[in-house]
């Protein structure tokens, strides 16, 4: 009876699953679902892709894996191989997101929200996430996403200041998000949407952005406030 290589069982927030056998023999059948791609792993690289269907495993239909084969000493047509069977789910997942980041003038924030997205490029997935952080389940790829996440947004907001970042959130954030798109294209990720749901700072900044906000009020007066406050709790 012929190995039959499946990802069952899987559920609606799994993004990825290893085929457990390293062991593939050849004429194994391979059934892909559909919102599924099979990919083959081996010594950290991507190599063949499937599509949704059933698959008979043949040279023919493997033909980047063969030529790996092929190069290697004792390979032959029948024997079984080794490789790594990784099936990634197609689908638009939701993630959250929270984390501590800075404005331009040191402000710290607080911010949280939510992202979705869906893998793009298997390959590229494969090799940069899955393999480049050996996040072979959906836990540790979830993991990795929000820590790449929260990294990025970080970075963006050090480039605002204070006023910016609450007085123009929806601008703020949808240049942020256009951002990251790139970044998350360069790992094989199209990031659908990503959306601030919350944003706030210390008492010492509301006070300042109040301040602010009114217009009629520089940065240089606030200080000048604030360290006359300063001295007179002093």
């Given at each position: 009876m012929p190995?039959?290589?499946?990802?069952?069982?899987?559920g609606a927030d799994d993004i990825?699953?290893?085929?457990?056998?390293?062991?593939?023999?050849?004429?194994?059948?391979?059934?892909?679902?559909?919102?599924?791609?099979?990919?083959?792993?081996?010594?950290?690289?991507?190599?063949?892709?499937f599509q949704a269907g059933r698959h008979t495993l043949t040279t023919l239909n493997l033909p980047l894996?063969?030529?790996?084969?092929t190069r290697l000493a004792g390979?032959?047509?029948?024997?079984?191989?080794?490789?790594?069977?990784?099936?990634?789910s197609t689908k638009i997942f939701a993630g959250k997101w929270?984390?501590?980041?800075?404005?331009t003038e040191l402000a710290p924030l607080q911010v949280y929200g939510q992202f979705?997205?869906?893998i793009a490029d298997p390959t590229l997935f494969v090799n940069e996430v899955i393999g480049g952080q050996k996040a072979y389940t959906t836990d540790s790829v979830n993991n990795f996403l929000r820590g790449f996440l929260n990294e990025k947004i970080i970075t963006e907001l050090s480039h605002y200041d204070l006023v910016s970042v609450f007085t123009r959130l929806t601008e703020t954030s949808l240049i942020v998000k256009n951002t990251l798109i790139d970044y998350f294209k360069r790992v094989g990720i199209e990031l659908t949407d990503l959306r601030f749901e919350g944003i706030d700072t210390t008492p010492e900044y509301r006070e300042r952005l109040f301040w602010l906000k009114t217009g009629n009020t520089s940065a240089g007066d606030v200080l000048r406030m604030e360290t006359?406050?300063?001295?007179?709790e002093s």
């Amino acid at each position: 009876m012929p190995q039959v290589i499946q990802w069952t069982n899987a559920g609606a927030d799994d993004i990825v699953w290893r085929y457990p056998n390293e062991d593939i023999t050849w004429g194994a059948q391979l059934i892909v679902s559909e919102y599924e791609l099979a990919v083959f792993f081996r010594d950290g690289k991507a190599y063949d892709v499937f599509q949704a269907g059933r698959h008979t495993l043949t040279t023919l239909n493997l033909p980047l894996l063969t030529g790996l084969l092929t190069r290697l000493a004792g390979f032959g047509g029948n024997k079984p191989f080794k490789a790594t069977v990784l099936f990634i789910s197609t689908k638009i997942f939701a993630g959250k997101w929270g984390t501590r980041a800075q404005t331009t003038e040191l402000a710290p924030l607080q911010v949280y929200g939510q992202f979705w997205f869906k893998i793009a490029d298997p390959t590229l997935f494969v090799n940069e996430v899955i393999g480049g952080q050996k996040a072979y389940t959906t836990d540790s790829v979830n993991n990795f996403l929000r820590g790449f996440l929260n990294e990025k947004i970080i970075t963006e907001l050090s480039h605002y200041d204070l006023v910016s970042v609450f007085t123009r959130l929806t601008e703020t954030s949808l240049i942020v998000k256009n951002t990251l798109i790139d970044y998350f294209k360069r790992v094989g990720i199209e990031l659908t949407d990503l959306r601030f749901e919350g944003i706030d700072t210390t008492p010492e900044y509301r006070e300042r952005l109040f301040w602010l906000k009114t217009g009629n009020t520089s940065a240089g007066d606030v200080l000048r406030m604030e360290t006359l406050k300063s001295s007179a709790e002093s």
